[in-house]
């Protein structure tokens, strides 16, 4: 992990918080060159500089287009170089409600090749183009109401008032977090994809988490839906090209 911090910032990949300027290039490394199954750190840092470079226009430019008034489309990806997190991606707003794709350091190093950096950001991109954020804060708040009508119909106490707001904003947050996985699968795919990237290998990453199943009110779809949600949207594209 050490290495691969050291690789990034020599591409000149930041911290959370800060966008990736332009990259200087990294000594050449062979694809042979692997830790395990896993790309050595430069190769990996390459990758993830490379990606940057060719997906970050194409979802800021699917932004623009699927743009709502007071939208940024200023996309900024940053890299937390904290050695003990576990692979993750993340998508937020900055201050200026510029939006934000962040990676861990873990993310970068497990992915196999560069058309799974290239799934993973077209994926948290696509939570900002489909608003996703707002969404589920709006789903917290109208389950939140919810809870309050539920807690005053059973005569609740304060604190158990606002046991019942928390649980529905809960509810309400997480109602239709699936179906927002599944959008932001379909749309990453697309970006990935005109951006140059295989989808379909790039969503293989899938096969190395743990399959949530289709649990009722859970955050995450099953990994096999999500896989054929990808190759149902490349197999469009595909069509749509003449392949």
Known sequence: MALLAAALAL????????????PAPL?????AQTFGDR????????????????????AERFCRQHQVAGQSCDLQ????RRRDLPPNAFQTVDEKGRPVVGFTLALIADARNADEIAFVLGHEASHHILGHIGRKQQGAEAGAVLGTMLGQATGADAATMK?????GASIGARRYSKEYELEADAL????AWYAG??????????????????????????NAQRLQQVATVVAGLERQAGY
């Open 11 to 22: 591409a000149g990949c930041v911290t959370t918080g800060q966008p990736v300027p332009a």
């Open 27 to 31: 000594p050449a490394t062979t694809a």
């Open 39 to 58: 790309l050595a750190p430069q190769e990996a840092a390459r990758n993830f500089v490379s990606v940057v470079e060719k997906v970050e226009p194409v």
């Open 77 to 80: 990806i940053v890299v937390d």
């Open 163 to 167: 046991q019942w707001q928390s649980f």
């Open 188 to 191: 990453g795919a697309r970006i």
């Open 197 to 222: 990237y295989d989808p379909v290998r790039g969503a293989g990453f899938f096969s190395r988490l743990p399959d949530p199943g289709d649990q009722f009110l859970g955050s995450h779809p099953p």
